[in-house]
C-alpha cells in the first residue's frame, strides 16, 4: 500500500542522541527539584508525583524522596511516564527563557518540509511526552516546525517496543497500519511496529544496520515511492 502517513522517533531519528543526554536530561536533572519543591501542591504536578510513588511502590514518599527517586529516573534514562510529564514541564521553562533549542537534523527539517507539502501526514511517537515532543520541533534550531505536524504520541500510547502501543497509534491516526512509515534508530521499536502491520526505515546515523530493516543514514535518501 502506498504511504499516506508518517510516524517519527525523535532521539536518535529525527535530533541528535547527544541533545537528548548531554543537555536536555542535564538541564532536567539540575532544574527539577527546585521546579518539584516550588510546584508539588499545583493539580497536574501533584498527580505526576503521585504516580511517582505509585510505580516506585512508595505510596508515602516524602516530595524529597519523590524527588531522589526521579534523579535516579533520569540516570538511568527509564521511560517512565510520570517522569517524562515532569521533565517536559521543566524544559517548558528552559525553551521559555531561551535556554533551551530543540535540536533537530537539517536533512530532517527538509525531507518533513518537502513531505508535508507532498500532502503526507506527520505524526511523532516519542517517549518524551507529548508536551516535550511540541517544545522540541516548536523551539526548534530550524524554528517552529509544529505546523507541519498533525498529531503527537507518547508512553500514554504505551510502551515503543509493544505492538500494540503501535496498534493504537494507527487506529488513533485513522489508516490502514501498512499505509503507516515508522522512522526509528532502535531495532526493538522497528520490530515492535513492524509486528503490529506498519512499514519501517531505520535511522543509523553512523552509517550502520539495523538487523530486519532497511537502515538509512539521513533522512535525505527515504524515497517514500519505493517503500
Ligand atoms: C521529546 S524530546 C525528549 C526525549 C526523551 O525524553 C526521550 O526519552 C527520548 O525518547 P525517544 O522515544 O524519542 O527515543
Ligand atoms: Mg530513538
Redesign the pocket.
Known sequence: MPIKAILT?????T?A?SF?FDV??PYAAAHLPEFVLAHAEQPEVAAQLDAVRAEAGEPQASVERVIDILLQWIAE?R?ATPL?AL??MV?QQGYQAGQLK?HVYPDAVEALKRWHEEGYALY??????IQ??K??FGCSVAGDLSPLFSGYF?TTSGP?REAASYARIVAAIGVAADEVLFL???VE?LDAAEQAGLQTIGLARDGGALAGHEAVASFAVIDLNSV
Request: proline share 0%.
Open positions: 522517533d525523535i532521539e536518535g531519528t535530533s542522541v537528548v536536555l536530561f534514562d521511560k517524562k521533565q517536559g524544559w530543540g511523532v511517537y516519542s517517549s518524551g511526552s516535550a515532543q517544545l522540541i507518547d515503543k526509528s534508530d532502535i521499536e
